[in-house]
């Protein structure tokens, strides 16, 4: 058997020399391979191949792990209708991490009808600062369908990094709103205290009533504000802003007295009308008290309900629910109006232990016709007196009383004088005229306007 160290020498030098070019091709080839294919391993290849805690994440990597993040919080959602067929979105959001940031984080606003179907969307991307408050806002979102409800979701979780980034801090020195009911208007005056010049602001200006719902937001841009500088931020609504609550000097405790006699039900029995837009009405004035507020109601026919309808209470669906049960005593006919009885069960609880020390006290009055009840030998006109008697008495125990005649079959001066004053009487002729008059009187008891105005600055690295 030939081998080779029994080959020539000559042989051996060649095989020798070509096993070792061979070898020295052979790790030339492996080097340049290793460096061809070879690919590091980063924070961007798709696999966990250092100290990451999870695929490209936490660890050396500066995007942190969905697990190790802590849960954004979505404060609030809100639709706001601009005109018919146009509305704006708005939801506040906290991210709780500490330098933990996102860069173009996808959202989606989603609007829904009263059925829950979706009549649009409105999705883009914003930045996520870390350990702050941030709105995202949408405006001038069309369409065909009325939405009631909107939803706000982060598409997927956002890319978390973490970054020593931090916001520069503004200081909101004045916020000032004016015309409310005609085409409202804020300006703020903005100061950047920092020492460096801050870019790219994105300024929400948001309106609360006075139980912490949003009722309006607007949006403005700054491109630059220089150290030290101080601007004004001017934010616009093209139509009145409606509160659905009112801020009182102090709180008000309200009675409402209302008439449930036979003609309460002349003009339909089925439902029985005036009687169920009366109801409709005072629910909706009921709507408008405040958290601070409390509400109670009283019907009459030959005699105030006893008990009587609602105390005094905070709860005003309570109170909503009672003014629903109220109902006309059968047969009609057999029904007369007692005024004075009413208003002395309504003085009687807005003076009981439930009234509180510091709340104003309101009456509001409703009735469709003349007093008829008590009766009286020999004074004719007893019905009238008594309740004036009592109405007298509840004034000049600081109670303002509100009076409403509905229809035409009224003595207006004995509703005028069982008022406060002439002013605070009110004549509605039809049903329909009721529930303005409500409103008015709610007017009448407080001024409405906001009571927190807050201006929420963006400022993205």
């Known amino acids: 058997m030939n081998s080779i160290d029994n080959a020539p ?23 340049l391979g290793f460096f061809f294919f070879y690919k590091p391993p980063s924070c961007t290849d798709g696999k966990q191949n250092q100290d990451e805690k999870g695929i490209d994440c936490g660890g050396v990597c500066a995007r942190i792990c969905e697990d190790d993040s802590q849960a954004i919080v979505i404060e609030w959602v809100r639709l706001f209708k601009i005109r018919d067929g146009v509305y704006s979105v708005a939801a506040r959001v906290q991210n709780p991490a500490t330098r933990t940031i996102a860069k173009d984080a996808p959202y989606t606003f989603t609007l ?15 930045f996520i600062p870390a350990r702050d408050v941030f709105v995202v806002f949408e405006g ?13 979701s982060f598409d997927g979780a956002p890319a978390w990094q973490r ?6 801090t503004l200081a909101i020195i004045n916020k000032q709103l004016a015309d409310i009911e005609n085409r409202p208007r804020m300006v703020a005056t903005i100061q950047n205290q920092n020492l460096t010049d801050v870019r790219d602001v994105t300024l929400d200006a948001l309106i609360y009533d006075d139980q912490g719902n949003a009722v309006q937001v607007s949006e403005t ?35 409402l007295v209302i008439d449930r006699s036979g003609s309460m039900e002349f003009l339909g029995k089925n439902p029985p009308q005036p009687l169920t ?27 105030a309900s006893h008990p009587i309808d609602a105390f005094l209470s905070p709860n005003i669906k309570t109170v909503q629910d009672a003014v629903d049960r ?22 009687e609880e807005l003076t009981s232990e439930r009234h509180r020390e510091k709340s104003g006290k309101i009456m509001v009055v409703l009735t469709d016709g003349v007093a008829t009840r008590p009766l009286k030998a020999g004074a004719k006109n007893y019905p009238e007196t008594y309740a004036q008697a009592i109405a007298n008495q509840a004034k000049e125990a600081g109670v303002r009383i509100f009076t ?9 001066n004995f509703l005028k004088n069982i008022a406060s004053t002439s002013t605070d009487f009110y004549l509605a002729p039809t049903a329909s005229d009721l529930e303005g008059i409500y409103r008015e009187i709610g007017t009448k008891m407080c001024k409405r306007q906001p009571t927190t105005l807050e201006i929420v600055p963006s400022i993205p690295l």
Do not use: M
């Open 140 to 152: 001038t979102i069309q369409t065909s369908a009325e939405p009631t409800t909107v939803s706000f």
């Open 404 to 412: 409403i005649g509905l229809g035409k079959d009224l003595n207006q």
């Open 9 to 31: 020498w000559a042989q051996r030098r060649q095989i020798i020399i070509a096993s070792v070019v061979g070898f020295v091709v052979l790790g030339i080839l492996v080097s």
């Open 112 to 126: 829904k009808d009263a059925s829950g179907n979706v009549v649009a969307t409105r999705s883009g991307t914003t």
């Open 326 to 347: 109220i109902a006309i005593t059968q047969p009609p006919l057999t029904q007369n109006t007692n005024i004075g009885d009413g208003i002395k069960k309504a003085f």
């Open 221 to 255: 841009y700054v491109k630059s504000i220089k150290a030290g500088e101080t601007i004004e931020a001017t934010f616009t609504w093209p139509h009145p802003i409606s509160l659905r609550s009112r801020i009182c000097e102090s709180p008000v405790d309200t009675a």
């Open 163 to 168: 970054s020593d980034y931090v916001q520069p």
């Open 277 to 303: 837009d009366v109801k409709e009405a005072a629910n909706s004035y009921l709507a408008e008290l405040s958290k601070f507020d409390q509400a109670s109601v009283v019907s009459f026919a030959n005699e």
